[in-house]
């Protein structure tokens, strides 16, 4: 992503002025899958919310999931899933190629 921010800059016997800076603000993916604690098996349309973010996304039939664009730094993610415990899982996102994630989550059982 590449953003920009103005700095005012005052030269000798000059009005001031303002000259423009790009800045690169890195972001990285943050992939993962989401599955059944007590199976291992993925679960499919899990949806996942990135707090503090717009961020939404769904897993896919074998449970995986990818967010783009994630800051670096601590997060946390809600999962809500029709038959399974709602959880809250924080999780640590650092510029690397390969931020990878396994979440398990509970069903709930019914008697």
Known sequence: MLSYLYIPQVGAGCAASEMKVFVETKTT????KVIDKSTGEGL????????????????????????????PGAHALLLNL??????????????????????????????
């Open 29 to 32: 993916e943050l992939k993962g």
């Open 44 to 71: 499919a349309a899990v949806e996942i919310e990135l707090m503090g973010t717009n961020k939404r996304v769904y897993t896919d039939f074998d449970g995986n999931f990818k967010i783009k664009e994630v800051d």
């Open 82 to 111: 029709i038959s399974y415990q709602f959880k809250a899982e924080n999780v640590y996102v650092k510029i690397t190629p390969k931020n990878e994630i396994v979440i398990e989550m509970n069903s709930i059982h019914i008697n």
